[in-house]
């Protein structure tokens, strides 16, 4: 299991750094303010207008960098320092969620393929790692062919895991790509600002990637040992 442990303290250790990268970069482009004077709420309801979304509401959600979009409920979900703030930073993550909305309007395929995916990976990202652990201490403590079925079910599931991790790739990289298209074309930031938004969407992107990296290596993994075994 020292191969595991492995994987995972460098994937933590990436995954902070991107983490805390982007929490750096979102502080500095807050201080980026915006000359058009408009508020994330008021982007995000803009960007809506602007695309024929009517029937999408902006409102304000607790915590930090915790700005979702919510299909089901058809709500842009803006954080504390993004709702009311007015500045690069705010913008971009304010538009880059009306773009998820966007997305759905417009049956984006990649969108629609990971929502019908999240009833199985919710319940699969629950059992996965038990199955896997279990089944390699029942491998190595009881019976190699039980504890191997067991091993393999904990896989799939973690595999189908790691698939939820790299559809969601195209989805974001999407969603901040239809973001600054309308923000350039909309002239809502000058050059510098739209800069900030820019580089402050690729971190927040990068993060998706570390994830989907992540999850890969530790599939490879336990396929690894999976296949020795066998």
């Given at each position: 299991?020292?191969?595991?442990?492995?994987?995972?303290?460098?994937?933590?250790?990436?995954?902070?750094?991107?983490?805390?990268?982007?929490?750096?970069?979102?502080?500095?482009?807050?201080?980026?303010?915006?000359?058009?004077?408009?508020?994330?709420?008021?982007?995000?309801?803009?960007?809506?207008?602007?695309?024929?979304?009517?029937?999408?509401?902006?409102?304000?959600?607790?915590?930090?960098?915790?700005?979702?979009?919510?299909?089901?409920?058809?709500?842009?979900?803006?954080?504390?320092?993004?709702?009311?703030?007015?500045?690069?930073?705010?913008?971009?993550?304010?538009?880059?969620?009306?773009?998820?909305?966007?997305?759905?309007?417009?049956?984006y395929s990649w969108l629609q393929m990971r929502s019908k995916l999240?009833?199985?990976?919710?319940?699969?990202?629950?059992?996965?790692?038990?199955?896997?652990?279990?089944?390699?201490?029942?491998?190595?403590?009881?019976?190699?062919?039980?504890?191997?079925?067991?091993?393999?079910?904990?896989?799939?599931?973690?595999?189908?895991?790691?698939?939820?991790?790299?559809?969601?790739?195209?989805?974001?990289?999407?969603?901040?790509?239809?973001?600054?298209?309308?923000?350039?074309?909309?002239?809502?930031?000058?050059?510098?600002?739209?800069?900030?938004?820019?580089?402050?969407?690729?971190?927040?992107?990068?993060?998706?990637?570390?994830?989907?990296?992540?999850?890969?290596?530790?599939?490879?993994?336990?396929?690894?040992?999976?296949?020795?075994?066998?």
């Amino acid at each position: 299991m020292m191969g595991y442990y492995i994987i995972a303290g460098l994937i933590f250790l990436v995954s902070m750094f991107v983490s805390n990268k982007l929490k750096s970069k979102f502080k500095e482009y807050s201080k980026v303010h915006l000359q058009n004077g408009m508020s994330g709420k008021e982007i995000a309801e803009k960007m809506l207008r602007d695309h024929g979304i009517h029937d999408v509401k902006v409102i304000s959600t607790p915590g930090m960098l915790s700005d979702h979009y919510n299909p089901s409920k058809k709500t842009v979900n803006l954080s504390e320092g993004v709702y009311s703030q007015r500045n690069a930073a705010a913008a971009a993550v304010a538009a880059h969620e009306c773009g998820h909305a966007v997305q759905h309007a417009k049956a984006y395929s990649w969108l629609q393929m990971r929502s019908k995916l999240v009833p199985v990976v919710s319940i699969a990202s629950k059992f996965s790692q038990w199955a896997i652990f279990g089944g390699l201490i029942l491998m190595s403590m009881v019976s190699v062919g039980v504890g191997q079925t067991v091993l393999l079910i904990g896989i799939i599931m973690f595999a189908m895991g790691t698939l939820f991790s790299f559809i969601t790739l195209p989805v974001e990289y999407d969603a901040s790509k239809r973001a600054l298209v309308w923000l350039e074309t909309e002239n809502m930031l000058t050059p510098a600002e739209h800069d900030a938004a820019e580089d402050s969407l690729k971190w927040a992107a990068r993060t998706y990637v570390v994830a989907a990296v992540g999850s890969l290596a530790t599939l490879l993994y336990f396929v690894g040992i999976f296949m020795g075994r066998d």
